[in-house]
C-alpha cells in the first residue's frame, strides 16, 4: 500500500542569500510511503498501519521551526522522518520552492529511500 501525502504547504527560512535567511518562504511537500498494509486491512487497527497524522506533524514543526541553506538537506531530512518508522519499505518526498528562478513556477527536488 502507498500513502499519499498531497501539497502539505509550509514556511521555512531557505535560501543561500542574506534575504532569504532573514524571511520565510513557501515550501510545498509531497509524500509517498509505501508499507505493508495486510494487517491494517485485516484488522482495522490504528496499530497495524502507518500513524501519519503523527508523521506529518513531525514534518511540520521541524520544517516550520528549521532554517536550510539548501531544498536538497530539507529533502533529505524529510526523508529520514519518515523512514524512522521500520515499517516503511521506502519513501519518496519532494519539495517545491515556489518561484526559486525566474519564469518557473517552482524547483523542486525528488528524494527516494528504501528501508534498509
Do not use: C, H
Not at 27 to 39: A, L, M
Amino acid at each position: 500500500m502507498i500513502i499519499n501525502i498531497e501539497n502539505l504547504r509550509l514556511r521555512t527560512i531557505i535560501g543561500i542569500y542574506d534575504w532569504e535567511k532573514e524571511n520565510k518562504q513557501d515550501v510545498i511537500i509531497n509524500i509517498s510511503i509505501e508499507f505493508d498494509g495486510t494487517n491494517a486491512g485485516k484488522s482495522d487497527n490504528i496499530e497495524d498501519t502507518i500513524d501519519y497524522k503523527n508523521i506529518t506533524k513531525e514534518i511540520i514543526n521541524y520544517v516550520e521551526n528549521g532554517k536550510f541553506n539548501l531544498i536538497e538537506k530539507l529533502v533529505t531530512d524529510i526523508g529520514e522522518i519518515i523512514m524512522k518508522d521500520k515499517r516503511v519499505l521506502n519513501s519518496t518526498t519532494t519539495v517545491d520552492k515556489p518561484g526559486a528562478l525566474r519564469f518557473t513556477d517552482s524547483v523542486s527536488i525528488t528524494n527516494i529511500i528504501e528501508q534498509k
